[in-house]
């Protein structure tokens, strides 16, 4: 019934929609619209073994479609990989070059998971989890910045809790979050 549902819902928003692209916010997101588009819910693990760029389709990322610089600020910038961009998609440079108009810091090792690792870790496995973020709570600590960014929506609950037990000053902030105090101005404090 739930294929049967999404099947209809997508079927629907490409029959009736007139649209250049599908801006999303998420780092997982990109991947699974294309997925239901042009492969259908059978093909998920043949689909997700390839790269989002040879997919078919239209559907970008926000980082693909918002190129507006405001200037330098003074405020310090990390960012981590999600896991879903970084190793599932290959994307890493977008963001980054996104938030070039920050002091931006790269982190000892972005690309190393931040611990989340699905319902499983959370609930079978927490231990592991905590780990993993003590692991990457250090290395964004160790930069010093005022913010760590990231588009996962998992990644910044584990990540905020790893910074709260870890006593860091860094907080968490989507990059659209500092992309639209940047536009209204303000230097994201």
């Known amino acids: 019934m739930l294929k049967n549902l999404a099947n209809l819902q997508i079927s629907h928003l490409v029959k009736s929609s007139r649209f250049e692209a599908i801006v999303t916010q998420c780092a997982g997101l990109p991947k699974a619209i294309i997925f239901f588009i042009c492969f259908g819910v059978n093909l998920f693990a043949t689909f997700m073994a390839k ?15 918002i190129l507006d610089k405001k200037g330098k600020s003074a405020t310090k910038v990390t960012y981590h990989d999600p896991c879903h961009f970084r190793k599932v998609q290959g994307i890493y440079k977008e963001p980054r070059v996104l938030l070039e108009n920050y002091n931006f810091i790269e982190m000892r090792d972005p690309n ?26 250090e290395m964004i600590d160790e930069t010093e910045a005022d913010f760590v960014s990231a588009e996962c929506s998992a990644c910044r609950i584990q990540i905020t ?22 536009l209204k101005g303000g230097e994201n404090e």
């Open 51 to 65: 790269p989002m760029q040879n997919a078919p389709g239209n559907s970008m990322h926000i980082h693909q479609s």
């Open 161 to 182: 809790e790893a910074l709260n037990e870890f006593g860091s000053n860094t907080n968490f902030k989507h990059p659209l979050e500092l992309i639209a105090e940047r």
């Open 112 to 137: 190393i998971c931040c611990g989340f690792g699905g319902i499983t870790i959370q609930t079978e496995k927490f231990d592991l989890a905590q780990k993993a973020g003590r692991i990457k709570a």
